[in-house]
């Protein structure tokens, strides 16, 4: 591996940050570990007694919500001979049985009973070998998220700016409460940051979804989802924001001279359930329609969270060159039915019409990489207008094409991988969960 | 179809499309013999138009009211969850139109394909339609992979014979839930 500062320069990044397995390796600890990593959300797991299976980089685990309401992130890993215990991805329990060697353990991690106790060694002690677990937690408007890193900041700190801008998606729905439902998995070949690289670059979609904007003029004329990029995208007013820490934000909704609702693409069962909305709603159902669409804003929390429009996408990487996306549904909580079942039918609107090409453009990326003599990828469009305007959190908002979020997730994994992480696991009780908002 | 025509889905629909799949238990029994002629020629020539990407003629076969959904969850109520797609007649056409603007990357090159359809049984319903049950592998072959997309599949037939048409076709890949391909040619 060379040396990181090599990798990242202010324009341009190395093609070895994308391929190379010793730097995969590294963010799996460093980045997937010693930063904050979106967990799950609190509505999969409502009640005392719910679970639910999930990753942090590579690492199973359990994410489990214990009788008395509180959180834990165990390794879903036997402490005797390291079988993952649970195979659900999600239920209700308050025991894990290994069903290797029957080793059983609480829903907070105690290891609670081992067949035969007889003829383990004398200072053997059940309090030493129950599940590793994350030992910090921190929640954020029903957001989980675990780091192994004791010397982190705090999540608040490390959301910074991008903390009102969650409560800002999160306060679309009248209860100011998301539920988080299903998912859709897809599969990719390709590093996991080319992901994270399109969810901050306000250029690609004039090219990349170039299919869709055609098609959206030819079959429903008019502004129509993500019309706004079909020409001269700059001059819309939309923005692209690096937020520190590496999360991003591309600000849509400056380009928009219509309602959400008026813009949405016509999805099944559009005029039903509006009618409905309108016949139980009256005066307010131009305002109840505004919740179904999209938010019009990318915001990406770093590493592994990114916030599109009215859904979830988890970043997972599996290999160097192979990355899990998963797609999860967001219901509005609180909002009337008919709202939710259009959600239901937007979020899948794009991500099965638009996102295959993405995803093809991420396995061309990766396909070109393997050129080791080529070794450059460019970044460095706005390069010389950073910090154009500044709002008044002091974030600084550059037109959407240039690639300013790009450079800024990147030094903020530099930053982080060229640290000296110290990565710890905790037993039961030892654990702390902070309530960032 | 009128791309501005109204789409037909709406509670009565999803609560069809709940009920045909929760039909399959108890088990409903082999399936009535003298329908499968009919309903096997025309899952075949559907198998044909689209492994020959005639998509405009397959989108023909399908009532104005038709739904072609490729659900998530097994068991999912559409209405409460999202699925791969759930289309009507009109985002249908928007999928076909987008293979065809030349531009949908995913589908270039285009996939070539090749679907195996057996295991049918077909049951009559009221109203002179026929639900038919089948076992689909797609191969699809594209940039040098061999991919198969294994699905169980329903389809409620509105008519058989020479004018057979579809009203909801129901795609149940088999790894709905795991980690699937991308993909934007028709399953």
Redesign the interface.
Known sequence: MNALDTLVQPDRVHRSIYTDADVFNAEMSKVFGGAWVYLAHESQLPDPNDFLTSRMGLRPLIITRDSDGGLHALFNRCAHRASIVCQA?CGSARRFQCSYHGWTYSNRGDLVNMPYPEGYPADFHKADHGLAQVPRLGTYRGLIFGTLNLEAPSLAEWLGPAGPLIDGFVDRSPSGRIEV????????RGNWKLAWDNAGDGLHPTF?H???L??NE???GGARSLSQFKASPDDTGMYGADLGNGHMFVDQRPGLHQSFWETQ?????????AEQIEQSCGDGAADVLEMAPGSMINLSIFPNLLIKGN?FETVDPVTVAET?LH?W?VAADGAP?EV??LR??I???FP??G???D???FERCQEGLAIAEVEWVDMSKGLDHEAEEVDADGVARAPVTYEGPMRGYLRAWLELMSSDVKLTTAAAGEVTCEVAA | MDPQAASPVDDRLYQRLADLLSSERPDPGPGHAELRPAVEQALHHEARLLDDRCYRDWLERFTDDCVYWIPLDPDGDPRAQVSYLLDDHRRMEDRIGLLETGWAHAQEPPSRTCRIVSNTAAWPLDGGETLARCSTVVWEHRKDRLTPFVSRNDYVFASLGEEWSIRFKIVRLVDSRGDVRKFSFVL
């Open positions: 991805e439902r299903n998912c859709q998995r897809m599969i990719y990349a170039r299919s869709f055609i098609l030819r079959q429903h693409r016509p999805v099944p069962g559009r005029e039903w359930y859904h899990r797609t549904m039915d939710n079942v239901m039918r979020a899948e609107d099965s019409l996102n295959p090409d995803l093809e453009l």
